[in-house]
């Protein structure tokens, strides 16, 4: 099946820090998903990004289905920020996500 | 919209008992799925219900897991004899259309 790997795999930043997060992907996919999910283990949709770029105050993605990859750029972190950003894409179907092992993201003040 | 709800949201049981968790999707989705995490790891398929049909099943359910949807509505997970390795989150995600799942926060369950 298909292989999501995202990196890095843990991210310490400073409160006010930017940073990039990538998510690599081994087959074509139809559509991708980025999620953040909060210290209560709540799974919070960001971006759903097929390709190109979408931007939601502070964060933003682009994803770049024909090389496989999409990123996550978080500008001006802040303490809660913090979680885990999980990448996932989508079968042929639209039915079923696989995810990729997530970056584990603490800021601190 | 009150989101996806699920119940309870903390279980733990006996190793060997059963347990049943229920999901309360979006109100006009018409598809469920079904997710398990383990500690540290992304979410992993599980099953998917257009409406009351399950279409989908991973090789992750063994024979002891059993999901429904009657009338197309609520879902229940049902974990039979229940293992240490059970030990989990089970999440629940519902959507109207192939994509943009919405996730509920989840049944954190524990095997002792």
């Known amino acids: 099946g298909i292989q999501v790997e995202q990196s890095p795999p843990d991210l310490i930043l400073q409160e006010g820090a930017n940073s990039t997060l990538r998510c690599n992907f081994s087959?074509?996919?139809?559509?991708l998903q980025w999620f953040h999910q909060n210290p209560w283990g709540q799974l919070i949709n960001l971006f759903y990004?097929?390709?190109g770029t979408k931007q939601n105050g502070r964060l933003s993605a682009t994803t770049v289905a024909t090389e496989r990859y999409s990123l996550l750029y978080i500008s001006s972190s802040q303490t809660t920020d913090s979680g885990v950003y999980f990448c996932?894409?989508?079968?042929?179907?639209?039915?079923?996500?696989?995810f990729g092992g997530g970056t584990r993201l603490m800021v601190k003040p | 919209d009150t989101g996806v709800s699920q119940d309870p949201r903390h279980k733990i049981t006996k190793r060997g008992q059963n347990v049943t968790f229920r999901c309360d999707p979006i109100?006009?989705?018409?598809?469920l799925y079904w997710y398990r995490q383990t500690l540290g790891q992304g979410p992993e398929f599980l099953t998917y219900f257009q409406n009351e049909a399950q279409l989908e099943k991973s090789r992750l359910l063994s024979d002891r897991f059993s999901a429904e949807r009657p009338k197309g509505s609520f879902s229940t997970l049902e974990i039979q004899r229940t293992e240490q390795g059970d030990s989990a989150m089970y999440l629940c995600?519902?959507?109207?259309?192939?994509?943009?799942?919405?996730f509920g926060s989840g049944t954190r369950l524990t095997v002792v």
């Open positions: 990004i097929p390709s």
């Open positions: 109100s006009e989705h018409n598809r």
């Open positions: 995600a519902s959507s109207w259309a192939p994509g943009g799942y919405t």
């Open positions: 996932a894409v989508y079968n042929n179907a639209g039915n079923m996500l696989t």
């Open positions: 087959d074509s996919v139809n559509n």
